[in-house]
């Protein structure tokens, strides 16, 4: 089973670039769909981008599309969320999600219940 482990977070002024990576122990990462998902203070958890795990397609909110990049290396088991043009109201607890090709269920990319693996998360905060 993969276990997930995100880093990068941290303080950034407006318009300011952060890299979110997280990173997947177990051999076979390459088998998992991943997701970022991220939740605002008071807020509930919410989706932000996605990938399957033939690299074939990407998803992203409407929110962040054009801003952020959501890319995976299978050879080293990471998946990682570039995040430019910041905005305050991006901030939030970041968290990296994962499910596997085989899990028997339809793949909601969109959805927190499209995912049975999560990390710990990381704080993004913008603000100047």
């Known amino acids: 089973q993969v276990q997930l482990v995100e880093s990068g977070g941290g303080l950034v002024q407006p318009g300011g670039s952060l890299r979110l990576s997280c990173a997947a122990s177990?051999?076979?990462?390459?088998?998992?769909?991943m997701g970022w998902f991220r939740q605002p203070p008071g807020k509930e958890r919410e989706f932000v981008a996605a990938?399957?795990?033939?690299?074939?397609?990407?998803y992203y909110a409407d929110s962040v599309k054009g801003r952020f990049t959501l890319s995976r290396d299978n050879a080293v088991n990471t998946v990682t969320l570039q995040m430019n043009s910041l905005k305050p109201e991006d901030t939030a607890v970041y968290y990296c999600?994962?499910?596997?090709?085989?899990?028997?269920?339809?793949?909601?990319?969109?959805?927190?219940?499209?995912?049975?693996?999560w990390g710990p998360g990381a704080q993004v905060t913008v603000s100047s």
């Open positions: 990938i399957r795990w033939s690299e074939s397609r990407t």
């Open positions: 177990g051999r076979t990462f390459s088998d998992y769909n």
């Open positions: 999600a994962a499910q596997s090709r085989y899990s028997g269920t339809t793949y909601y990319p969109f959805a927190t219940y499209g995912y049975d693996l």
